[in-house]
Each structure stands twice: as structure tokens, then as C-alpha cells.
């Protein structure tokens, strides 16, 4: 069992930056791959990037993959999702899964934490 704990979110101007953070006191999250996931008001639960567990594969959604970045250290027990130049439409609360295999789907995951909230203002 693992129990990832997010942080890091807040309101921020447009263009602005903010940095998440995952992490979990089980060792076992260091063997784990860790996504992000973000869910707007109305909307549905949709992915943003992953990481596997060793840090040398990542993915992201089209629409954050020239702005986001995602990350790991294995040493912290910590996966960090770096946000720059941010637009009202990143406006959600985003959430960190992991679990064995991973994937961009939300069922292929098993650990949730319990969101983060970002707001992006114009």
C-alpha cells in the first residue's frame, strides 16, 4: 500500500510558474511509475504527464508538453511536476497516481493522493 501526498498548488497569475509535488513514505513508491492527473470544475479527470520509475521514460498531454515538466528523485521519494508559463485553462486540481505499469489512463492506477488545487488567474 502506498499513500502519495501532493503539494505545492495555489493561485497564480497567468505566464506565472508553480512547482507540485508527490511523495510518499513508502520506499516501494521509488519502484513505482507516478502520473499526474488534473480535474477542472465540469470537466473530466484527464491526464497530464507521467514518469516510470527509474525517471528515464516520461509522456505528456499535448497541451502541456512545451510548458510542463516532470521529474524524480528517488532519493527524496519524490515526483515533482514543474508548471511554467500558465493559462487560466490549467485551472483544476491535479492529482498524483502510481502504481506498478502506469499509463495514461486513470484506471491503471491503484494509488491516488488527494489533489492539489491550482488557480491560474487572467
Known amino acids: 500500500q502506498v499513500q502519495p501526498v501532493e503539494s505545492g498548488g495555489g493561485l497564480v497569475q497567468a505566464g506565472g510558474s508553480l512547482r507540485l509535488s508527490c511523495t510518499a513514505t513508502?520506499?516501494?513508491?521509488?519502484?513505482?511509475?507516478t502520473a499526474w492527473f488534473r480535474q477542472a470544475p465540469g470537466n473530466d479527470q484527464e491526464f497530464v504527464a507521467l514518469?516510470?520509475?527509474?525517471?528515464?521514460?516520461?509522456k505528456y498531454e499535448n497541451s502541456v508538453e512545451d510548458r510542463f515538466t516532470i521529474s524524480r528523485d528517488n532519493a527524496k521519494n519524490t515526483v515533482y511536476l514543474q508548471m511554467n508559463n500558465l493559462k487560466p485553462e490549467d485551472t483544476a486540481v491535479y492529482y498524483c497516481a502510481s502504481d506498478a505499469v502506469g499509463g495514461e489512463t486513470s484506471s491503471a492506477y491503484s494509488y491516488w493522493g488527494q489533489g492539489t488545487r491550482v488557480t491560474v488567474s487572467s
Open positions: 514518469i516510470n520509475w527509474s525517471g528515464d521514460l516520461t
Open positions: 513508502e520506499q516501494t513508491f521509488t519502484r513505482l511509475s
